[in-house]
Nanobody, 119 residues
Framework: VQPVESGGGLVQAGGSLRLSCVASGTLFSIKAMGWYRQAPGKPRELVAAMGSNDMTYYVNSVKGRFTISRDNAKNTLYLQMNSLKPEDTAMYYC??????????????WGQGTQVTVAS
């Protein structure tokens, strides 16, 4: 089952948003999960990821501002985004890992949720 994202929107620079992703029926607790983003004209990039052992990864540009977390009881992944910048504007996608570690890559993506940060 494809992950389903929510929580995107329009926010002023410096503001916050929290994205959510529900991944039902996907053995959620034993899979790594991640958040990708893609801005127009740019390649998709992995923003943050969390393994089944709660080990995390963040791209340098969001370290200290974004926090990834998961609630295995709810099959839900979160991305708390603080101190947002206009360059964070992108479509954000939730992704399910192939294994419990994010280094193994991802094999299923949601439809995305748009985040727009106004300057």
């Amino acid at each position: 089952v494809q992950p389903v994202e929510s929580g995107g929107g329009l926010v002023q620079a410096g503001g916050s948003l929290r994205l959510s992703c529900v991944a039902s029926g996907t053995l959620f607790s034993i899979k790594a999960m991640g958040w990708y983003r893609q801005a127009p004209g740019k390649p998709r990039e992995l923003v943050a990821a969390m393994g089944s052992n709660d080990m995390t990864y963040y791209v340098n540009s969001v370290k200290g501002r974004f926090t990834i977390s998961r609630d295995n009881a709810k099959n839900t992944l979160y991305l708390q985004m603080n101190s947002l910048k206009p360059e964070d504007t992108a479509m954000y996608y939730c992704a399910r890992g192939r294994t419990g570690h994010y280094s193994a890559g991802f094999d299923s993506w949601g439809q995305g949720t748009q985040v727009t940060v106004a300057s």
